[in-house]
T-cell receptor, first 115, second 113 residues
């Protein structure tokens, strides 16, 4: 069955420190992969996506993610975290082809940023 | 583009009352999704439509929930009768055929007393 696992429910980092949020997926074919961010009281905003090609993708707000097929992972990274990055982050996987189906979301990782 | 629009943003109602949530997708998008988000269960897909036709409603919790999409620019999610366990944030999202990226609305925060 298709699934997405975000092992860390809650992470706290200091402002200016680097960040890596983990995402592992289980999918029968080549997946489309996404990271969304949800600020408190807001909807989900797309950070970045991977469909094909370069396995290191750049997103908005200085985030990047790397697709590693051998590890079934799509971890999100940021070299220097800002206080405004405090939010909940969701990894999602979708079917290749862009024609049907839905995204499967992980449970989310809540990021807190210490001053 | 205005993005996905949801109304109301907040709804407080009493158990047993009917609740109707509304969604206007991004113009030109073919797919519309309804999600429910709770602390316990995370983000759950309830139902999604393609060209106004329901494709997968396996996530709808029970017969108290119903969703319609009478035209390409409007969808409703109805709960009748509502129960306290329906308290959650309900999101609507839309996307284009051939583009997997879903765009989310701001959500409706529902509290059933």
């Amino acid at each position: 069955a298709q699934s997405v696992t975000q092992p860390d429910i809650h992470i706290t980092v200091s402002e200016g420190a680097s960040l890596e949020l983990r995402c592992n997926y289980s999918y029968g074919a080549t997946p489309y992969l996404f990271w969304y961010v949800q600020s408190p009281g807001q909807g989900l905003q797309l950070l970045l996506k991977y469909f094909s090609g370069d396995t290191l993708v750049q997103g908005i707000k200085g985030f990047e993610a790397e697709f590693k097929r051998s590890q079934s992972s799509f971890n999100l990274r940021k070299p220097s975290v800002h206080w405004s990055d405090a939010a909940e982050y969701f990894c999602a996987v979708g079917p290749e082809g862009g024609s049907q189906g839905n995204l499967i979301f992980g449970k989310g990782t809540k990021l807190s940023v210490k001053p | 583009d205005a993005g996905v629009i949801q109304s109301p943003r907040h709804e407080v109602t009493e158990m047993g009352q009917e609740v109707t949530l509304r969604c206007k997708p991004i113009s030109g998008h073919d797919y519309l999704f309804w999600y429910r988000q709770t602390m316990m269960r995370g983000l759950e897909l309830l139902i999604y439509f393609n060209n106004n036709v329901p494709i997968d409603d396996s996530g709808m919790p029970e017969d108290r929930f119903s969703a319609k999409m009478p035209n390409a620019s409007f969808s409703t999610l109805k709960i009748q009768p509502s129960e306290p366990r329906d308290s959650a944030v309900y999101f609507c999202a839309s996307r284009n055929r051939g583009v997997e990226t879903q765009y989310f609305g701001p959500g409706t925060r529902l509290l059933v007393l």
